[in-house]
């Protein structure tokens, strides 16, 4: 199985810039921003398959700035980040979506928006035990075989 190649250490301190633009801290809210350490990690451990679309992202970004994000000035890092959504592509929209991903699943950011830290079914809809009408749907479909080599 082939590994996708980490991101370089230059590249990780851009997605910190980067994920801080896209979602900043709030203290009103009582929410980290996504350049948390807890997310960031979370963004590193599960890229996998989108890592190379997101090195792509990041090097397109590190290609518009000329030097770390994070050196640049906040009106430059605006003017920045209208550019690369014009032109980052579906390698930008990656980015975006893995940044979003992770920063969504975070503990203390469901709190915050007043969820509570399991899956959402059946929240209001006791189920009785012992009722399987549920797979009635699923049942009625024909069965499903496939052959064993």
């Known amino acids: 199985m082939l590994t996708e190649p980490a991101l370089t250490p230059a590249q990780r301190d851009d997605l910190r810039s980067v994920a801080a633009m896209i979602i900043p801290a709030s203290r009103e809210y009582e929410v980290p921003g996504a350049d948390d350490p807890k997310i960031q990690a979370d963004i590193l451990a599960t890229l996998g398959r989108d890592t190379r679309r997101v090195s792509e992202a990041l090097?397109?970004?590190?290609?518009?700035?000329?030097?770390?994000?994070?050196?640049?000035?906040?009106?430059?890092?605006?003017?920045l980040?209208?550019?690369?959504?014009a032109t980052g592509g579906a390698?930008?929209?990656?980015?975006?979506?893995?940044?979003?991903?992770?920063?969504?699943?975070?503990?203390?950011?469901?709190?915050s928006l007043g969820l509570e830290l399991r899956p959402p079914f059946p929240l209001g809809y006791?189920?009785?035990q012992?009722?399987?009408s549920l797979l009635d749907p699923v049942k009625a479909r024909p069965s499903m075989w496939r052959r064993v080599k």
């Not at 090097?59 to 003017?79: F, M, N, V």
């Not at 990656?94 to 203390?108: K, M, P």
């Open 130 to 132: 012992g009722d399987w």
């Open 81 to 85: 980040a209208k550019e690369f959504r």
């Open 59 to 79: 090097d397109h970004l590190a290609r518009l700035a000329g030097k770390p994000i994070a050196a640049l000035d906040p009106t430059r890092r605006d003017a």
């Open 126 to 128: 006791p189920l009785e």
């Open 91 to 111: 390698a930008a929209a990656t980015l975006i979506r893995v940044v979003l991903q992770c920063y969504y699943r975070d503990d203390r950011v469901l709190r």
